[in-house]
């Protein structure tokens, strides 16, 4: 199974920037469906947003406006541009694959989506 590494966790003030970055093992990997979760302490894990091949995205609610998801198809990578942070932001960030999820109405529900990584922490402070 293709490994998922992802990077560019951290601390941050509200009101700050973090760009996760997220990279296959195979370069040649070509997923339908790319995306981002989080989870809190305590909570179930959420979707954050998601891609599909041809740069369809599905944003929650709770990040539109401040978050950007992109993919480089040539480079097997994943991206989270995320400003104006907020504390309720802090959570573990993991990227995650599919073939099929990212089009659905049921896209954020994690236990959808195959494959995963093992996540970046980020922390937002006030």
């Known amino acids: 199974q293709v490994q998922l590494v992802e990077s560019g966790g951290g601390s941050v003030k509200s009101g700050g920037s973090l760009r996760l970055s997220c990279v296959a093992s195979m370069y040649t990997y070509r997923p339908y469906c790319m995306g981002w979760f989080r989870q809190a302490p305590g909570k179930e894990r959420e979707g954050v947003a998601t891609?599909?091949?041809?740069?369809?995205?599905k944003y929650v609610d709770s990040v539109k406006g401040r978050f950007t998801i992109s993919r480089d198809n040539t480079k097997a990578t994943l991206s989270l541009q995320m400003d104006s942070l907020k504390p309720e932001d802090t959570a573990m960030h993991y990227c995650?694959?599919?073939?099929?999820?990212?089009?659905?109405?049921?896209?954020?529900?994690?236990?959808?989506?195959?494959?995963w990584g093992q996540g970046t922490q980020v922390t937002v402070s006030t």
């Open positions: 891609i599909d091949s041809v740069g369809r995205t």
């Open positions: 995650a694959t599919d073939n099929y999820w990212c089009n659905s109405v049921s896209w954020s529900t994690s236990r959808n989506w195959g494959n």
